[in-house]
Nanobody, 124 residues
Framework: QVQLVESGGGPVQAGGSLRLSCAATGNIGSRKWVGWFRKAPGKEREGVATINTGSFTVYYTDSVKGRFTISRGNAESTVYLQMNSLKPEDTAMYYC?????????????????WGQGTQVTVSA
């Protein structure tokens, strides 16, 4: 399994932007699917966006389409989540995940490797 470290979270006002980074210990390109998930208090962990590091195919949950962009950095070991037009409902702990082996790439149960998370807090 790969080790993942998230960074870039913090407080931001509604309408603002943040860029989250997911740094892997090795070549993240070999992990195929890398996803961003989030968990808000009282809610289940939700798939936000995922990218295939070979084909660059991406998927987003409906609530972030047009606002968030997942990308793989030029360096082999980083995946980013650019978050624009943030809303208070985006407030959550955001996690990076890799080593997919499930049936749907936005479903958390399909991933084996997880980072510790980075908190995003959006104020109205």
């Amino acid at each position: 399994q790969v080790q993942l470290v998230e960074s870039g979270g913090g407080p931001v006002q509604a309408g603002g932007s943040l860029r989250l980074s997911c740094a892997a210990t090795g070549n993240i390109g070999s992990r195929k699917w890398v996803g961003w998930f989030r968990k808000a208090p009282g809610k289940e962990r939700e798939g936000v966006a995922t990218i295939n590091t070979g084909s660059f195919t991406v998927y987003y949950t409906d609530s972030v389409k047009g606002r968030f962009t997942i990308s793989r950095g030029n360096a082999e070991s980083t995946v980013y989540l650019q978050m624009n037009s943030l809303k208070p409902e985006d407030t959550a702990m955001y996690y990076c995940a890799a080593d997919f082996g499930g049936d749907w790439v936005l479903r958390a149960s399909g991933y084996q490797s997880w980072g510790q998370g980075t908190q995003v807090t959006v104020s109205a």
